[in-house]
T-cell receptor, first 113, second 112 residues
C-alpha cells in the first residue's frame, strides 16, 4: 500500500491554465506538506498543514492555493500557470513534532508549455 | 535560520569503494538531521536521521552517518558502493515546526 500517494504523476499543460494535484496519506499523520523541486533538484517547502490548518506558508505566489478537506488529504491548486511553475511537486506527511520522519510521495512532474 | 551545505553536486565512486557524502549545517538550536535518497523518477526515502542520543546513526542499505557538533557536520558513508546506490542524496536539517531545510543534493554515480 502506498503511504503517500499523489496524482497525477505527470502533467503537461499550457500557460494560463489552472490545474490541481491531489494528495492522500494513509499513515494516520496529522501534518501534511507540499514541497517543490526545481530543475536543479533543489527542494523547498511551500506549505504545511496540521489538522487541516495552515501552519507554514512560504513565499509562494497566491496563484498556488492548498486545500485540506481532512487530515488525510492535501490538494494543491495552481491558477494561471506560468513557464516557471514547471517543477516536481512532492506531497509529504508526518506526525506533528520536531524530528518526526517526513514521508514523501512519488512526486508530480508538472511541465508548462 | 537553518541551512545545509553539500559540496560537489556530482560524486563518482567505483563499485566496492567507500561512499562519502559531506554535509555541514548551520543551526541556532540543537538540530535534527536527516539524509534522504531519491532514485530516478521517484520520491524521497529516508536513509537515516539523528535526533538525540548516539551520534553514530545507522540507516538502511548499509549507510551510516555521524553527528559531530564541534564540526557542525553530518557526513554520510557506506563502506562499499553497489550499483544500486546510484541516486541523488539529500541532507536536511530541522529546527522545529517540522520545517526541513534541504541541501542541494549529491548525484552519486557508481562506476563498474
Amino acid at each position: 500500500d502506498t503511504a503517500v500517494s499523489q496524482t497525477p504523476k505527470y502533467l503537461v499543460t499550457q500557460m494560463g491554465n489552472d490545474k490541481s494535484i491531489k494528495c492522500e496519506q494513509n499513515l494516520g499523520h496529522d501534518t501534511m506538506y507540499w514541497y517543490k523541486q526545481d530543475s536543479k533538484k533543489f527542494l523547498k517547502i511551500m506549505f504545511s498543514y496540521n489538522n487541516k490548518e495552515l501552519i507554514i506558508n512560504e513565499t509562494v505566489p497566491n496563484r498556488f492555493s492548498p486545500k485540506s478537506p481532512d487530515k488525510a488529504h492535501l490538494n494543491l491548486h495552481i491558477n494561471s500557470l506560468e513557464l516557471g511553475d514547471s517543477a516536481v511537486y512532492f506531497c509529504a506527511s508526518s506526525q506533528e513534532g520536531h524530528g518526526n520522519t517526513i514521508y514523501f510521495g512519488e512526486g508530480s512532474w508538472l511541465t508548462v508549455v | 535560520a537553518q541551512s545545509v551545505t553539500q559540496l560537489g553536486s556530482h560524486v563518482s565512486v567505483s563499485e566496492g569503494a567507500l561512499v562519502l557524502l559531506r554535509c555541514n549545517y548551520s543551526s541556532s538550536v540543537p538540530p535534527y538531521l536527516f539524509w534522504y535518497v531519491q532514485y530516478p523518477n521517484q520520491g524521497l526515502q529516508l536513509l537515516l536521521k539523528y535526533t538525540t542520543g548516539a551520534t553514530l546513526v545507522k540507516g538502511i542499505n548499509g549507510f551510516e552517518a555521524e553527528f559531530k557538533k564541534s564540526e557542525t557536520s553530518f557526513h554520510l558513508t557506506k563502506p562499499s558502493a553497489h550499483m544500486s546506490d546510484a541516486a541523488e542524496y539529500f541532507c536536511a536539517v530541522s529546527e522545529g515546526n517540522n520545517r526541513l531545510a534541504f541541501g542541494k543534493g549529491n548525484q552519486v554515480v557508481v562506476i563498474p
